[in-house]
């Protein structure tokens, strides 16, 4: 019985390494990509505190400069501009209010300005909890 | 001179090929090398809004709710609750461990001049006095 030409050509089969590296770099490529797309964090000085609990995903995330500007996904916004985020959102659930979770990261250095008129602006939509987002120091 | 003989090949064929497990191994190191200098851990501080001030100010207790006020006092904001300044986050932690009344909730009035790191500090020591629910209520300032 003579199996070693058999074996020899066994080894000419398709080689799958280089398939595999190009689809584990797209797997990764995505992961990371949809990750960042996602968490729509614009570069702020959060307050460094423990905090309550661990970051959920959120409906909106809305950004507070150290001016008092709002960013949402990277593009300055106003008040109404929110209003009309949380509406579409509403409208995608239903009226539900409490499926709603607004994460508002506010820059430390940031006065209570903006903030104290976000939070009017959402309680009046129906919106009264909101998450606060914190840097956990170290 | 005979390199290699037909014995040999097939011994060969038992040995681990690394290129592609180094591949991958280099390719997650650098991902997580990447990812980790993008997210730094962020975490949440919960707070209910309240925004109609007749609906906070009436728990009906014996005692007194938490009112954290955030004040300007001789240039400098404090945490103000009755009538007591407290200049530190740490005191302030303090102050509201020992506080009689947990029941009622706590709330914190931030007027818009007052710095927002004051506003996340006093949620904070709130929670980490283990106060059922905090409130955070925007002041209007006459």
């Not at chain 1, 050509?9 to 080689?15: I, N, S, Y």
């Not at chain 1, 190009?22 to 959060?46: A, C, G, P, W, Y």
């Not at chain 1, 507070?64 to 209003?83: C, F, H, N, S």
């Amino acid at each position: 019985m003579k199996l070693s030409k058999k074996r020899v050509q066994h080894t000419k089969g398709m080689d799958i390494t280089p398939m595999i590296d190009i689809v584990f770099l797209l797997l990764i490529f995505f992961i990371t990509v949809t990750q960042v797309s996602e968490t729509n964090r614009e570069k702020l000085e959060l307050p460094k505190l423990q905090g309550a609990k661990d970051q959920k995903k959120s409906s909106l995330t809305v950004n507070i400069d150290k001016k008092g500007e709002i960013i949402v996904g990277g593009k300055p916004m106003q008040l109404a501009d929110i209003a009309f985020l949380i509406n579409k959102e509403l409208e995608a659930n239903g009226g539900d209010t409490g499926l709603i979770t607004v994460v508002v990261r506010i820059d430390q250095r940031a006065t209570c300005e903006t903030p104290n008129a976000l939070v009017k602006q959402l309680a009046s939509q129906g919106i009264s909890k909101v998450r606060l987002a914190v840097e956990v120091p170290g | 001179m005979k390199l290699s003989s037909h014995k040999r090949n097939h011994r060969r064929q038992i040995t681990l090929e690394m290129t592609s497990m180094i591949d991958v191994v280099f390719l997650l190191l650098i991902f997580f090398i990447v990812t980790a200098s993008f997210t730094k851990t962020e975490r949440e501080l919960d707070a209910v809004t309240k925004v109609n001030e007749k609906s906070a100010a009436s728990a009906k207790t014996d005692l007194e709710p938490a009112i954290i006020v955030l004040t300007e006092a001789d240039g400098k904001w404090v945490f103000q609750i009755g009538s007591n300044n407290i200049p530190t986050f740490t005191e302030l932690e303090e102050v509201l461990n020992k506080f009689p009344n947990k029941a009622d909730g706590a709330f914190v009035r931030a007027p818009d001049k007052a710095p927002y790191r004051m506003a996340a500090e006093a949620i904070q020591a709130c929670k980490n006095a283990d106060f059922p629910g905090v409130s955070y209520i925007p002041l209007v300032q006459k």
